[in-house]
């Protein structure tokens, strides 16, 4: 009696060495959202590397975490689609979505808006930061470019375009707490006495008066 056909999609996949000297196997993944089957090629130089690499695929699998390549899209791709569609539909104020943006545009898309979010790992992300530090940024830009990434990549993991948010997995230095020091009584009349005369003087009255930001001033 014949044994019974085995499924491919149940079959353990083989590595085989090609003809470009890689050892190659092809890692089934499950089904695609069109419900055709998704596999993975992946290649590596050795057998043992390549039966690595499959192991801790199918073991993402397994746990739910695997990303399916349709969903796999870039950093700027997905930054993008934040700061476009998910901010102003959750209520973010448009000053708030502008800081962000102009955090990314200056920060980060410039060097890794093309890495997938696949590939987007913590040592990519640390990497980044370690290059602004190097390069003058202070505590606080690095600090507040890490906290924008980490928010935009929470919304990759809740949307399951990534299993995991890296972001989280790099820790950078706090900065320090900055003493505000009031204008002496004298100094703030002498500001008034000044922008008496200008069209926008009533802006820091009330800014001096209430203690408002800028934006809160103008508006």
């Known amino acids: 009696m014949s044994r019974p056909k085995q499924d491919p999609a149940d079959a353990t996949p083989t590595p085989y060495k090609g003809k470009d000297g890689l050892w190659h196997v092809f890692a089934s993944m499950g089904s695609r959202a069109d419900g055709r089957p998704d596999r993975k090629h992946l290649?590596?130089?050795?057998?043992?590397?390549?039966?690595?690499?499959?192991?801790?695929?199918?073991?993402?699998?397994?746990?739910?975490e695997y990303i399916h390549s349709g969903k796999d899209v870039t950093l700027g791709w997905w930054v993008s689609h934040w700061l476009d569609e998910l901010l102003p539909l959750a209520g973010r104020k448009a000053t708030t979505i502008d800081g962000y943006r102009s955090t990314f545009r200056v920060h980060v898309l410039p060097h890794i808006a093309e890495v997938k979010l696949s590939g987007l790992t913590a040592e990519v992300i640390r990497s980044r930061l370690t290059d602004m530090k190097r390069t003058g940024a202070?505590?606080?830009?690095?600090?507040?470019?890490?906290?924008?990434?980490?928010?935009?990549?929470?919304?990759?993991?809740?949307?399951?375009?990534?299993?995991?948010?890296?972001?989280?997995?790099?820790?950078?230095?706090?900065?320090?707490?900055?003493e505000v020091v009031p204008l002496a009584v004298e100094d703030a009349a002498c500001i008034l006495r000044v922008v008496a005369e200008r069209r926008n003087g009533a802006r820091w009255s009330v800014a001096l008066s209430l203690g408002f930001r800028q934006g809160e001033a103008l508006g």
């Open 43 to 64: 290649r590596r130089k050795t057998r043992r590397e390549v039966v690595q690499a499959q192991r801790r695929l199918e073991e993402q699998r397994d746990r739910g």
């Open 138 to 178: 202070s505590a606080h830009t690095l600090d507040a470019t890490h906290r924008v990434l980490r928010s935009c990549l929470s919304a990759a993991v809740d949307s399951h375009r990534m299993a995991v948010n890296t972001a989280k997995q790099v820790t950078v230095e706090k900065p320090a707490e900055v």
